[in-house]
């Protein structure tokens, strides 16, 4: 049987890729963006005694009501915006299911949804698979910012959806309230929706304060909002995250979501409900937390060849190798992974066109011992 592929573009994802190559080679993963140390003890053992206690089965479709309700508290604790956890809120398997089924619920084909380069894999063919079309817009090196006067003009009557990323990933870029205004004028008197991918919420530096599209009322009005336990609480593995939106934009999600995975899974949902309502001082320590952590590994690295960018948040190091090769950035990783004994992430496959650039990704949400183990590695090349 002949396949017509409707994703020709799509491959193994390059986390899976350099993940492979690191087991491969005894690599230090530095690579794919999961933490190597655990979960807080008292989620653990709050998941381990749900399933004991016999939550093994359907959770509700759109999540717990206790985990949505709890939701809805951090919300308006957080950002001030005050929704309803009937409403409003859905709990996801992932915020990589949060982030299709927002997609699929509003566009169609034929739309357009404009995204930033570099923009996570998993943007595009969530968009293509509805016939549309991603419209690409470079950030603007070595910041990463936003040029809204380049978005002004990629907007057209086929503009759907634009699709932000704060804390930005790969870049650790943030976007500030200047920024969130710019984008509200755009899409102000239209019918264009908005995605907000705040995966890294909680991870913002230097005692800046994470701009949610949730603290702009006109934008979180016709925003879909998605978040992600995984990598708030260190569980990436339990595939857990939630979208906000307003009524009737939720009730598209949840057409999509109840069709999709339908429901995801119970003991996770009964832990996280009851771990935020006893320790909702959590994601108040992770900036602090994931602070030390970058400012370790920089320290670690920094007698190294590579040059290494500002990061504001998120927890991702971009770093300039151009004084140890003249490798494409895809070519170096692979060097780097089989002799150098770290495992990467290339930028290339964060762009519609290869940038040209000599930057990779590396993660520090790791132990001392891997940080200062793929640092010895690093400072010797």
Same mark, same amino acid.
């Given at each position: 049987?002949?396949?017509?592929?409707?994703? /020709?573009?799509?491959?193994?994802?390059?986390?899976?890729?350099?993940?492979?190559?690191? %087991?491969?080679?005894?690599?230090?993963?530095?690579?794919?963006?999961? /933490?190597?140390?655990?979960?807080?003890?008292?989620?653990?053992?709050?998941?381990?005694?749900?399933?004991? =206690?016999?939550?093994?089965?359907?959770?509700?479709?759109?999540?717990?009501?206790?985990?949505?309700?709890?939701?809805?508290?951090?919300?308006?604790?957080?950002?001030?915006?005050?929704?309803?956890?009937?409403? !409003?809120?859905? @709990?996801?398997?992932?915020?990589?299911?949060?982030?299709?089924?927002?997609?699929?619920?509003?566009?169609?084909?034929?739309?357009?949804?404009?995204?930033?380069?570099?923009?996570?894999?998993?943007?595009?063919?969530?968009?293509?698979?509805?016939?549309?079309?991603?419209?690409?817009?470079?950030?603007?090196? /070595?910041?990463?910012?936003?040029?809204?006067?380049?978005?002004?003009?990629?907007?057209?009557?086929?503009?759907?959806?634009?699709?932000?990323?704060?804390?930005?990933?790969?870049?650790?870029?943030? %976007?500030?309230?200047?920024?969130?205004?710019?984008?509200?004028?755009?899409?102000?008197?239209?019918?264009?929706?908005?995605?907000?991918?705040?995966?890294?919420? $909680?991870?913002?530096?230097? &005692?800046?304060? $994470?701009?949610?599209? %949730?603290?702009?009322?006109?934008?979180?009005?016709?925003?879909?909002?998605?978040?992600?336990?995984?990598?708030?609480? $260190?569980?990436?593995?339990?595939?857990?995250?939630?979208?906000?939106?307003?009524?009737?934009?939720?009730?598209?999600?949840?057409?999509?979501?109840?069709?999709?995975?339908?429901?995801?899974?119970?003991?996770?949902?009964?832990?996280?409900? =009851?771990?935020?309502?006893?320790?909702?001082?959590?994601?108040?320590?992770?900036?602090?937390?994931?602070?030390?952590?970058? !400012?370790?590994?920089?320290? %670690?690295?920094?007698?190294?060849?590579?040059?290494?960018?500002?990061?504001?948040? &998120?927890?991702?190091?971009? @770093?300039?190798?151009?004084?140890?090769?003249?490798?494409?950035?895809?070519?170096?990783?692979?060097?780097?992974?089989? =002799?150098?004994?770290?495992?990467?992430?290339?930028?290339?496959?964060?762009?519609?066109?290869?940038?040209?650039?000599?930057?990779?990704?590396?993660?520090?949400?790791?132990?001392?011992?891997?940080?200062?183990?793929?640092?010895?590695?690093?400072?010797?090349?």
């Amino acid at each position: 049987m002949q396949i017509d592929t409707k994703l /020709p573009k799509v491959g193994t994802t390059i986390f899976s890729v350099m993940s492979q190559l690191a %087991l491969e080679h005894k690599a230090v993963n530095l690579g794919q963006g999961f /933490p190597d140390f655990e979960p807080p003890q008292p989620l653990r053992d709050a998941i381990a005694r749900a399933m004991a =206690e016999g939550r093994n089965q359907y959770a509700p479709g759109i999540g717990l009501p206790t985990l949505r309700e709890q939701i809805a508290i951090k919300t308006e604790r957080m950002y001030g915006r005050r929704i309803s956890a009937d409403t !409003d809120v859905t @709990v996801t398997s992932g915020a990589t299911e949060a982030l299709f089924a927002a997609i699929a619920a509003v566009v169609r084909a034929g739309d357009e949804v404009i995204v930033f380069d570099p923009a996570y894999d998993s943007y595009e063919p969530a968009i293509e698979l509805q016939g549309a079309r991603a419209v690409h817009i470079p950030l603007v090196a /070595p910041t990463f910012a936003v040029d809204w006067q380049r978005v002004r003009d990629a907007v057209t009557p086929k503009t759907r959806m634009i699709l932000i990323n704060s804390p930005h990933n790969p870049t650790g870029a943030v %976007l500030s309230a200047a920024d969130l205004e710019e984008l509200a004028t755009i899409v102000r008197d239209t019918e264009i929706v908005v995605l907000s991918d705040e995966v890294y919420e $909680h991870i913002v530096y230097d &005692g800046a304060q $994470h701009e949610s599209v %949730l603290r702009h009322p006109e934008l979180a009005d016709r925003s879909f909002v998605v978040s992600s336990f995984g990598k708030t609480y $260190h569980c990436t593995g339990w595939k857990l995250g939630y979208a906000v939106a307003p009524r009737a934009l939720s009730a598209e999600f949840r057409k999509v979501h109840q069709y999709l995975t339908f429901c995801t899974f119970h003991p996770a949902q009964v832990a996280f409900a =009851e771990f935020m309502a006893s320790a909702p001082g959590h994601y108040l320590e992770l900036p602090a937390f994931y602070q030390a952590k970058r !400012d370790r590994f920089r320290e %670690l690295i920094r007698p190294s060849r590579f040059r290494l960018l500002d990061v504001p948040g &998120g927890y991702f190091q971009l @770093v300039d190798y151009s004084a140890i090769s003249n490798k494409d950035d895809v070519a170096f990783c692979e060097w780097l992974v089989k =002799e150098g004994g770290v495992a990467a992430i290339p930028l290339t496959p964060f762009h519609e066109t290869a940038p040209g650039t000599h930057l990779l990704r590396l993660c520090f949400a790791k132990s001392d011992a891997t940080m200062e183990a793929a640092a010895e590695r690093l400072c010797k090349l």
